[in-house]
């Protein structure tokens, strides 16, 4: 009896071991396929399942299904919102690499920091960590895809090149500026506005909830860049000054973590003139602060930044989006003390992503 005991004991504590070494095996500093991203969103509904779910809100032409993360606490009443995605195009990993660290940051902060666990009571969050599944998946294919781009869908008419780039397919002065109607260029902006799957997807779920978002953020690479509205240079965001005085404050968020400068403005003034954004669409439609992050690096590495930057580029970003994410929280909720509060909470999280590191 006490050998079968012993023998049960035995094997109940190497189960545990084994299931507690398969759980801290998921590495968030290497870049990971898409069958590993969907394990793990899967993995954290089963962790946290107080305050996270899974929302499938469209499909891929490809007919795969495009998830989100749902995080905030259920306090069955109407919630203002966070909006991020990651991976509107294929070739820019670190981008989902960056959603799977903010989520992990977001959920471990919630039990420890009382800001968190307030923002986590009064907004939810809403993060896609890859939006451009099909693309992503063909960039993992073998050396000659990883560099792809655009989605998977086929060209029109006697077009024998596939995709279309999907931040040049949403309906904000789609076809006119940084585009191209050749299908086979990679940045051809589709048969017409919204013409794609995965762009009618994002269009319906945000388009159907626009009032409860405050912040509408996607995440890009590379260029060490934060881009407010608008791509055309003929239309201005009606609060421009605004974004940009929280744009540079994030930046100096940024740079605080690991010295890193990111550049604050509109897309014709520091980058190139552009249409059919998701960002500029979100803007159009009224929520407030949108921004598109265009990460690591400024173009040594370029689209293929080298793992071992994944922890430094998540840390510092992460303080950048906690920053307009503050923000927009503390002016809905605490009125004239937002920036004030914004900018101290985050000085704090500088200092705490880098002490925090190997969790």
Not at 234 to 247: F, Q, R, S
Request: net charge negative; charged share 20%.
């Amino acid at each position: 009896m006490l050998n079968f005991v012993g023998l049960s004991l035995a094997v109940l504590i190497s189960a545990v071991g084994a299931a507690t070494i398969e759980r801290v095996e998921y590495d968030y500093y290497k870049y990971h396929p898409m069958p590993e991203i969907t394990n793990w969103m899967d993995q954290n509904v089963k962790d946290y399942p107080d305050v996270v779910s899974i929302i499938t809100y469209g499909k891929t032409y490809e007919d795969r299904n495009i998830k989100l993360l749902k995080i905030g606490v259920n306090t069955g009443e109407k919630k203002k919102a966070i909006w991020m995605d990651c991976g509107i195009h294929a070739r820019e990993w670190i981008a989902p690499a960056f959603c799977q660290y903010f989520v992990r940051q977001i959920l471990q902060a919630y039990k420890t920091d009382p800001k968190m666990e307030e923002m986590m009571k009064n907004l939810d969050f809403y993060v896609t960590p890859v939006l451009n599944i099909d693309g992503y998946i063909y960039s993992w294919k073998d050396n000659t895809t990883r560099l792809w781009r655009k989605n998977r869908s086929p060209g029109p008419g006697n077009c024998t090149c596939y995709g279309t780039d999907l931040n040049r397919n949403f309906d904000v002065n789609w076809g006119t500026l940084g585009i191209s109607f050749n299908c086979c260029s990679n940045i051809y902006c589709g048969r017409k506005p919204t013409s794609e799957h995965e762009a009618q997807a994002v269009t319906y779920f945000v388009g159907t909830r626009k009032d409860d978002f405050l912040c509408f953020l996607t995440i890009h690479s590379y260029g060490q860049l934060l881009l407010v509205s608008y791509g055309h240079p003929n239309v201005t965001a009606p609060n421009y000054k605004e974004l940009m005085d929280v744009g540079l404050a994030a930046a100096e968020a940024i740079r605080k973590v690991h010295g890193m400068n990111y550049t604050v403005g509109t897309s014709p003034d520091i980058l190139y003139s552009h249409s059919g954004t998701s960002q500029d669409w979100a803007q159009m439609l009224g929520i407030p602060l949108t921004y598109t992050f265009e990460l690591r690096d400024k173009g040594q590495y370029g689209f293929e930044l080298p793992e071992e930057q994944i922890q430094p580029a998540c840390e510092e970003a992460y303080s950048g989006a906690l920053h307009i994410i503050t923000y927009a929280h503390d002016k809905t909720f605490n009125g004239a003390v937002a920036t004030a509060a914004a900018t101290l909470w985050t000085m704090v999280l500088a200092v705490g992503v880098t002490s925090t590191t190997l969790m």
